[in-house]
């Protein structure tokens, strides 16, 4: 049975939920799901906006055609060719022979890569700053490269201001029904998976994210539709906000991430005590996370969101531990900056970590390597206890 929600007069959601799905690009774990948004305008020409996943297929084709209301469908607008939006571009194709496919130069040839169906006479090719009218709407759109693939474009309906803005502001997490930001906590409950997903999906790509949104501030835009998560329909500042911040590198919270390694609890317990000093010393904004136990991905969105994080692993292989490399190559490829990090290393006959962590870190842009650090050899002994108390300071002073 359809299942579609109203978004304005003349534009329906006629996306689906994924609940299943264990892992997104089969990388990252999704406790709560995912939605794939696909938005119908109901025009004098009718035009779907994106499509979605194959995982959701049977859904967003029973909605479209429902929705449609016995209707054709004139046009598809694919602003994003990742096959978690136009993975049913063939099966439109399928049951609407007619319909006209609204891409730009870079989303044919990937339409062609993807699928086999023939193309002549159904491409309409945009540029930047194309208009189309649909009747009453005038359709305008926005070439938004590399956020998050180079085809990537937006589509801005001049009519009632909204604007298409493909993976931009999206957010994992199903939709609860509820498909508005004002029909949700979103801070109290989507924030930290909108950091997740953004960081990890599109955090690479801070600097396009920044010329997408300078073109944005040209628009006057009343209505976000993602193509993950809620519609933003009031408070648009809030989510612009955190992208601006997010895409700049900087710190949504001056606060301290403890990140560890530990294989015998060692290294733990001089991440311990550590936290326990900053918490004497004031710090009350301190989050830890046991690395073997948290995906990398959280760890990713939370060293954007804090401006310390010290990171303590013990010495394998004469190498840095794995997962604590795992993460550090991570944070390289996402190209994390403007941070201040704190390195404590432990080894039991050659400590090295402490040394090859910092390297790591050295080698990353704008990153601020604090020149104090501690390693141990297997165990906390007194004789650290004062390096520990002389870091714990010097990272209070900086965050309070
Ligand atoms: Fe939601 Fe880049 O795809």
């Not at 904004?285 to 990398?296: E, R």
Request: aromatic share 10%.
């Amino acid at each position: 049975m359809h299942c579609f929600r109203k978004v304005t007069d003349d534009l329906y959601w006629v996306g689906g939920n994924d609940r299943r799905i264990e892992l997104f690009e089969n990388i990252f774990p999704l406790s709560d799901g995912v939605s794939y948004n696909s938005y119908l305008l109901l025009d004098e020409k009718t035009v779907l906006i994106d499509s979605a996943d194959y995982a959701v297929g049977r859904q967003f084709l029973e909605n479209v055609k429902a929705a449609l209301d016995g209707r054709s469908l004139d046009y598809l607008i694919v602003n994003h060719m990742e096959p978690d939006h136009c993975a049913m571009i063939d099966e439109l194709v399928l049951r609407y022979p007619d319909m006209q496919i609204i891409g730009n130069a870079k989303t044919f040839p990937m339409i062609s890569q993807f699928f086999d169906f023939d193309l002549e006479g159904k491409k309409v090719i945009v540029k930047e700053g194309d208009t189309f009218s649909t009747g009453k709407h005038t359709l305008h759109f926005v070439m938004a490269p590399m956020v998050h693939w180079p085809e990537v474009m937006m589509t801005y309906d001049e009519t009632d201001k909204i604007l298409f803005c493909a993976d931009a502001f999206g957010t994992f997490k199903a939709l609860n029904g509820n498909i508005f930001n004002d029909e949700v906590d979103f801070d109290r409950d989507w924030l930290d998976e909108a950091r997740r997903y953004y960081t990890n999906i599109v955090g690479k790509y801070g600097m396009q994210v920044q010329s997408v949104l300078k073109k944005a501030a040209g628009l006057d835009i009343q209505m976000l539709c993602p193509l993950h998560g809620p519609i933003w329909r009031t408070d648009l500042d809030y989510i612009i906000g955190k992208y601006d911040k997010w895409s700049r590198y900087e710190p949504e919270e001056k606060g301290v991430m403890i990140a560890y390694a530990s294989m015998y609890g060692n290294t733990e317990n001089m991440a311990e005590i550590l936290a326990n000093l900053l918490a004497e010393e004031g710090v009350k904004n301190i989050c830890m996370h046991n690395i073997s136990k948290t995906h990398v991905s959280e760890l990713i969105a939370d060293s954007f969101k804090y401006s310390h994080i010290v990171l303590a692993a013990p010495t394998y292989n004469n190498g840095i531990y794995p997962l604590m490399d795992n993460y550090l190559e991570d944070m390289k490829a996402l190209a994390l900056k403007n941070r201040t990090i704190a390195v404590l290393g432990n080894g039991s006959w050659a400590p090295q970590s402490t040394k090859l962590i910092s390297t790591k870190i050295s080698e990353m842009k704008d990153m601020s390597l604090m020149v104090a650090n501690v390693t141990i050899k297997s165990s906390v002994k007194d004789e650290q206890m004062e390096e520990l108390k002389s870091l714990a300071r010097q990272i209070a002073e900086e965050v309070l």
